[in-house]
């Protein structure tokens, strides 16, 4: 079983920076791919960005790539989200999610693992 924790959210003013991490516990040797998604209400969860767990390989939705930034540090089985130049459009609950091997990458539904959530809200 895989575990994880996201932190980070928050409230911040549009055009602000956050950072949102998620770490990863259990047996993470069985992750193949990281992800994060966020989902506001009566909403879809919606792909954000991913990253292989081993490898540098990372994708983003259209609506974050020059924005947000994903990575990870093995060493201690924690990925980010840095997050710049936030948008009201950006609030949401945004998840940290993990799979193995197999399945589409960009649907919230391949991912086995998941976390709690972490509040991002952006002001005006």
């Known amino acids: 079983q895989v575990q994880l924790v996201e932190s980070g959210g928050g409230l911040v003013q549009a055009g602000d920076s956050l950072r949102l991490s998620c770490a990863a516990s259990?047996?993470?040797?069985?992750?193949?791919?990281m992800a994060w998604f966020r989902q506001t209400s009566g909403q879809e969860r919606e792909f954000v960005a991913r990253i292989n767990w081993i490898g540098e390989h990372t994708a983003y939705a259209d609506s974050v790539a020059v924005r947000f930034t994903m990575s990870r540090d093995n060493d201690i089985n924690t990925v980010y989200l840095q997050m710049k130049s936030l948008k009201q459009d950006d609030k949401a609950v945004y998840y940290c999610?993990?799979?193995?091997?197999?399945?589409?990458?960009?649907?919230?539904?391949?991912?086995?693992?998941w976390g709690q959530g972490t509040q991002v809200t952006v002001s005006s």
């Open positions: 259990g047996r993470t040797s069985t992750l193949n791919t």
């Open positions: 999610e993990a799979k193995g091997n197999g399945g589409s990458n960009y649907g919230s539904e391949e991912y086995t693992h």
